[in-house]
Nanobody, 126 residues
Framework: QVQLEESGGGLVQAGASLRLSCAVS????????MAWFRQIAGKERECVASISYNGRAKYYADSVKGRFTISRDNAENEVTLQMSSLEPEDTAVYYC???????????????????WGQGTQVTVSS
């Protein structure tokens, strides 16, 4: 059974940093691309960052480019999202997701991911 477990969300002030982590089990982690999505109530889930199976390719949404960094540790089966210079507009539930194809590169499309974490709330106050 594939499981993804996020941690690291919370309430911070604008300008602060947060680090989200996602531990993956039940799949050969180093064969699959990973991504972080976020969702604001009433809006569609959007991809903020994606990383290829080997970490060599990365995608960032324009809204987070230069502020967020996605990375992965294939030895620890973990993907992280380092978020800095947080803005109130970053407030959302953040989800990690694992690609449905082996040897996958980056993708910003939710349909390409078949397992998701439970989500972690990030709230940025102004």
């Amino acid at each position: 059974q594939v499981q993804l477990e996020e941690s690291g969300g919370g309430l911070v002030q604008a300008g602060a940093s947060l680090r989200l982590s996602c531990a993956v089990s039940g799949r050969i982690f180093n064969r699959y691309g990973m991504a972080w999505f976020r969702q604001i109530a009433g809006k569609e889930r959007e991809c903020v960052a994606s990383i290829s199976y080997n970490g060599r390719a990365k995608y960032y949404a324009d809204s987070v480019k230069g502020r967020f960094t996605i990375s992965r540790d294939n030895a620890e089966n973990e993907v992280t999202l380092q978020m800095s210079s947080l803005e109130p507009e970053d407030t959302a539930v953040y989800y990690c997701a694992i690609h449905n194809d082996t040897w996958s590169s980056v993708s910003l499309w939710a349909k390409d991911y078949d397992y998701w974490g439970q989500g972690t709330q990030v709230t940025v106050s102004s």
